[in-house]
């Protein structure tokens, strides 16, 4: 207990007036076994708070040299310290003035803390899932005598404890990779022969009559399980095209652009550069009859570059840039000077945060210029070669 006196100099000390204190007064009590180290705090939005009393729970996800992140089921948040100048006390059943009688007894203090969590909605670091399943991509069925390499393989499990991201998040970018799972692991198909089933698909298709925008399911794995397995095959179906059921019987429908596209990349990844014109020909003579091949379809993985005589298109994936995004503008800049807002748009849209534009990402990282009466943007700081 303190005397009056002993309180009056404390009100001095903290700067307080007497007349300013409320009229309920309530003893707080420290044990010896108080520490700051028992507990943390986390600030949670409203958002996350409905999560928690949904019963819903939320996880710390990183390896060890990895900053952590905090997760729900379909969002990502960036961990961080905040620092405060009032001590935070921990009091069990602690009520607020209104709530007390004159002859509310004291609580127990059980723990302090002088700084708490604080999360912000961040960017899932996806880069990573790729790299792991790239380590062991799957390269089809193991031939007679061949043993199959079963090291560096990855469950889901795996994944969401290793990947800085949530489970929606993740199974997201699994199905944008093309990933599926054999025999209980996710796997990414090795690229030539993820081409080599885009090829028995479509030459089916071909040599049947069948409209790209209808190809059945049973008879296609029926036609095609001589060759490959027919769990491949109806993966292919589902990367490239869209599933519908008519009078009881399954059905795809090709996508023009993602048969386009792939038939793009199979051309690109071996040239450093390519002809623009000469490419062009040799892209329409490549894809199934009947589909158009156009520029559009290889926004954020092939570069035009119109500059160059003669003009060239060479490969480049957004998603082998870097995540950061200051490493990001400092690669882009390496490898150009000067961009127009067409073409580094899709090498920056995945870059932009809630409501975030990708022009507020060049106000903030590029400076613009006319040229020959085109707005284009370069590096605003000095670029490293």
């Known amino acids: 207990m303190r005397t009056l006196e002993e309180v009056q100099a404390t009100l001095q000390i903290a700067k307080l007036k007497e007349e300013d204190l409320q009229k309920t007064i309530h003893c707080l009590s420290f044990g010896?076994?108080?520490?700051?180290?028992?507990?943390?705090?986390?600030?949670?939005?409203?958002?996350?708070?409905?999560?928690i009393e949904a019963g819903q729970s939320l996880v710390i996800r990183g390896d060890k040299d990895e900053h952590a992140v905090l997760c729900s089921g379909n969002k990502t948040y960036d961990l961080k310290i905040a620092d405060t100048s009032n001590l935070l006390l921990f009091v069990p059943g602690c009520?607020?003035?209104?709530?007390?009688?004159?002859?509310?007894?004291?609580?127990?203090?059980?723990?302090?803390?002088?700084?708490?969590?604080?999360?912000?909605?961040?960017?899932?670091k996806l880069k990573k899932l790729k790299k792991l399943l790239m380590e062991n991509p799957y390269e089809g069925p193991a031939l007679v005598g061949q043993e199959e390499n079963t090291e560096n393989r990855y469950t889901m499990q795996?994944?969401?404890?290793?990947?800085?991201?949530?489970?929606?998040?993740?199974?997201?970018?699994?199905?944008?990779?093309?990933?599926?799972?054999?025999?209980?692991?996710?796997r990414v198909l090795d690229f030539d022969y993820e081409m080599k089933l885009l090829g028995h698909v479509t030459q089916?298709?071909?040599?049947?009559?069948?409209?790209?925008?209808?190809?059945?399911?049973?008879?296609?794995?029926?036609?095609?399980?001589?060759?490959?397995?027919?769990?491949?095959?109806?993966?292919?179906?589902?990367?490239?095209?869209?599933?519908?059921?008519?009078?009881?019987?399954?059905?795809?429908?090709?996508?023009?652009?993602?048969?386009?596209?792939g038939i793009a990349l199979l051309l690109l990844q071996n040239a450093v550069k390519f002809s623009l014109k000469e490419f062009q020909e040799v892209w329409q003579q490549s894809v199934p009859e009947g589909m158009s091949t156009r520029l559009e379809q290889l926004k954020?993985?092939?570069?035009?570059?119109?500059?160059?005589?003669?003009?060239?298109?060479?490969?480049?994936?957004?998603?082998?840039?870097?995540?950061d995004t200051s490493e990001?503008?400092?690669?882009?800049?390496?490898?150009?000077?000067?961009?127009?807002?067409?073409?580094?748009?899709?090498?920056?849209?995945?870059?932009?945060?809630?409501?975030?534009?990708?022009?507020a990402l060049l106000t903030k990282y590029a400076r613009s210029s006319m040229q020959n009466g085109i707005k284009v943007y370069n590096s605003r700081r000095p670029v490293a070669t």
């Open 300 to 323: 954020s993985v092939a570069l035009v570059d119109r500059t160059s005589h003669p003009e060239s298109i060479c490969l480049l994936r957004v998603e082998d840039l870097p995540e």
């Open 95 to 124: 009520k607020t003035p209104d709530q007390m009688t004159d002859s509310q007894d004291g609580s127990h203090v059980w723990g302090f803390c002088n700084s708490y969590w604080e999360l912000r909605k961040w960017r899932p």
């Open 32 to 51: 010896e076994d108080v520490s700051s180290a028992d507990y943390c705090l986390m600030e949670l939005d409203d958002t996350l708070c409905k999560h």
């Open 204 to 261: 089916l298709v071909d040599s049947e009559s069948w409209p790209f925008s209808k190809v059945p399911l049973q008879t296609s794995l029926e036609e095609l399980a001589p060759l490959e397995p027919k769990e491949m095959i109806e993966h292919c179906l589902n990367c490239y095209g869209k599933r519908y059921t008519e009078n009881d019987e399954v059905f795809y429908a090709l996508s023009e652009d993602k048969v386009c596209r």
């Open 158 to 186: 795996d994944l969401l404890e290793r990947i800085q991201a949530s489970e929606e998040e993740i199974k997201t970018h699994l199905e944008t990779i093309h990933a599926c799972q054999i025999d209980g692991y996710l």
């Open 328 to 359: 990001r503008f400092s690669h882009l800049f390496r490898l150009r000077e000067k961009w127009t807002e067409e073409d580094i748009t899709p090498y920056i849209q995945d870059l932009c945060g809630e409501k975030q534009t990708t022009g």
